[in-house]
Nanobody, 125 residues
Framework: QVQLVESGGGSVQAGGSLNLSCAAS????????MAWFRQAPGKEREGVAS???????SLADSVKGRFSIVRDNAKGILYLQMNSLKPEETAVYYC???????????????????WGQGTQVTVSS
């Protein structure tokens, strides 16, 4: 059974940084796509960043220039570096994995096969 475990969340002030990690129980070579999503209270889950097995990345417009996503396939770890955080980015952040896919990664959370339990990120003003 595949397990994804996020870590690195916490509380920071606006403008601060956090580096989230997602450790998988198997090599990331098994997944065409890895992605980070976030969900704030009362809002839908939204895509933040994704990365294909070929390391092609896609970032939501709202985080471009501030966030970056990296995958270490051999170690089985996905990272999300978040800089210049804003209070409105307070949410639970989830990593997700998709077994099979194309060259680019889908944005819809419903298509992803595996999910972590989430890690809370709180940004205070």
């Amino acid at each position: 059974q595949v397990q994804l475990v996020e870590s690195g969340g916490g509380s920071v002030q606006a403008g601060g940084s956090l580096n989230l990690s997602c450790a998988a129980s198997i090599s990331l070579y098994n997944f065409a796509c890895m992605a980070w999503f976030r969900q704030a209270p009362g809002k839908e889950r939204e895509g933040v960043a994704s990365i294909s097995v070929f390391s092609l990345t896609s970032l939501a417009d709202s985080v471009k220039g501030r966030f970056s996503i990296v995958r270490d396939n051999a170690k089985g770890i996905l990272y999300l570096q978040m800089n210049s955080l804003k209070p409105e980015e307070t949410a639970v952040y989830y990593c997700a994995a998709l077994r099979q896919g194309g060259v680019t990664c889908p944005r819809a959370p419903s298509v992803y096969d595996y999910w972590g339990q989430g890690t809370q990120v709180t940004v205070s003003s």
